[in-house]
């Protein structure tokens, strides 16, 4: 696999990617041994119940055993756990489904953009930011609903303590199409222009800043379009490069598999875990799930740093530079790279959707515009407000 890596340059190459050296990772098969605390596997998937898991995780002295099997299913293994029941207070489910739903009217009647992550707008009904829109709505049904031990505990299990949850309900009406196979954020929520400028070992340690997890809000057959996994995938370093490529999708979609859910059960699985919502065949099931976007708690800088200022500072005097030819293109690219902000995220995704791409754009990448396309300063002052304004929670 180390081969496919420019040893001249540190990063992974699309082109070489080797699909051969894809098929045989997912070719695995999970062994029981290696997942003594699953009820059952199901499609190379291990499947948890509640009822069994739940006293170990409240007992410290096997709460780390349990964790140390999903993390290394999450690592090295099929890449995706299922945990059966992991809410039974399905009361608390249906308040919190209403709750949504409100939103969704609410939103629709505020005629907000719909646009969307691996999905065309329209297809489906997504809240944004369902975490604290819940937490505001009722927040009595917020602290029923993430008081979770199981979902805790898989967040634990991957990311450590003082992990960040955040979370986006995805609506799907009955005919709404499936997703393109993909892999997840940080990476996979980048063009394949910028995810090929990040070295490969950043590649490799981009999944251990995430988890991914779905929260069933009904019961979901097959049929509804649960979400399709390649288990294994994960494990294929270069994954962030292939994902793209025609002849990956194409065994993904030959390959993948999918695990119907019932209403309280929750899926967890690694960001680089190739995977796609299904398409939604049923005539009556409007599939909802609410997905978790947890976050690691190293994801954050050192200090606070008032980047809209200093960017407002800044862009006369790189506007003269250039001008006068004092700095060179490399030059002014490396003063803009300890200015601006170079990530899209966090961001508020009602006001700052994932547009012409998979991520908003930042202001790293506006300055650079600016500049080539000759803004006045009081106009990128404004620009620069105005996205501001547009991220604010």
Known sequence: MDGIVDTATGYYDEAACDLEEFRSLISQVISPASVPYAAEIKKNVPIYETPRVLPLLNDPDNRPKVLSEWAQ???SGPGVIAIRGAYSDKAVLDQATAIYEEIIAAEKQ???AGADHFAASGANDRIWNSLQ???EADPEVFVRYFANVPIAAACEAWLGPNYQMTAQVNLVHPGGAAQQAHRDYHLGFQTADISARYPAHVHD???????QGAIAHCDMPVD???TKLLPFSQAYRPGYAAWRRDDFRELFEERCVQIALGKGDVVFFNPALFHAAGANTTKDIHRMA???QVSSAFGCAMENIDRLAMCKLVYPHIVRAKAENALSAGEISAAIAATAEGYSFPTNLDRDPPTNGLAPETQNAYLHRALAENTEATQVFQDLD???ARQSA
Do not use: F, I
């Open 73 to 75: 299913v999450l690592r």
């Open 110 to 112: 505020a005629a907000k």
């Open 133 to 135: 829109k819940l937490c």
């Open 205 to 211: 340690l981009s999944p251990a800043l995430t988890l």
């Open 224 to 226: 509804s379009g649960p």
């Open 290 to 292: 609410n997905l978790l």
């Open 386 to 388: 105005e996205m501001k």
